[in-house]
């Protein structure tokens, strides 16, 4: 079983709507969730990070932890094309220590 | 510079020949991490430095790769007798973990990656 898994995709949404990204881990102990976006040939860019159950919002963003269900998810509200990307969850289970990456969702949002 | 910086941003060399890629981390962040990402993969860690603390060599594939750090400045990571499959972006994040309430905090910033090309 992988540490860190999501739906590679491509994930297709409309302009406007709701994009949903998913992203499971299997470390009980895992303290730190991420979602990075990389758009082809760039870096992983930090949108959200979050730490505790429930949402956080931010923006157009929202992250979506359920630690019991050890499931992590990003809302991405009012799709725009920009967003299309592919999506990497990542999980840290210490203070200062590696993040273990899921290998992404691509998201396409069409006009 | 505000963010990571990495150099070369491109780097074609030979099979078996070293290189030497290099790290400049957000200015004033204790922690600094390596990864390496394949065409079409996820980012598979290397190797990571937290202050002067002896750093997490846990990921690096083989003895060919070695990384070195200074105190909390610049890092060099060395490929030793590079072969095909070194292939990658090799990603270069720093940061500045901290706690609060009771939660770990550790947002790592990417730099924009070296490509390095073995033929």
């Known amino acids: 079983q992988k540490e860190v898994e999501q739906n590679s995709g491509p994930l297709s949404v409309p302009e406007g709507a709701i994009a949903s990204l998913n992203c499971t881990y299997s470390?009980?102990?895992?303290?730190?969730f991420f979602w990075y976006r990389q758009y082809s040939g760039k870096s992983p860019e930090l949108i959200m990070s979050i730490y505790s159950n429930g949402d956080k919002e931010d923006g157009r963003f929202t992250a979506q932890l359920n630690k019991a269900s050890q499931y992590v998810s990003l809302l991405i509200r009012d799709s725009q094309p920009s967003d299309s990307a592919t999506y990497l969850c990542a999980v840290n289970t210490g203070t200062a220590s590696k993040l273990t990456f899921g290998t992404g969702t691509r998201l396409q949002v069409t006009l | 510079g505000a963010g990571v910086s990495q150099s070369p941003s491109n780097k074609v060399t030979e099979k078996g020949k070293d290189v030497e890629l290099r790290c400049d981390p957000i200015s004033g962040h204790t922690a600094l991490y390596w990864y390496r990402q394949r065409l079409g993969q996820g980012l598979e860690f290397l190797i990571y430095?937290?202050?002067?603390?002896?750093?997490?060599k846990s990921g690096l594939p083989s003895d060919r790769f070695s990384a070195e750090r200074t105190g909390e400045s610049v890092s060099t990571l060395t490929i030793q007798r590079t072969q095909q499959e070194d292939s990658a972006v090799y990603l270069c994040?720093?940061?500045?973990?901290?706690?609060?309430?009771?939660?770990?905090?550790?947002?790592?910033?990417f730099g924009p990656g070296t490509r390095l090309t073995v033929l």
């Open positions: 430095f937290q202050g002067n603390s002896a750093p997490d």
């Open positions: 470390d009980r102990v895992s303290q730190s």
């Open positions: 994040a720093s940061s500045s973990p901290s706690r609060t309430s009771g939660s770990s905090y550790n947002e790592q910033f």
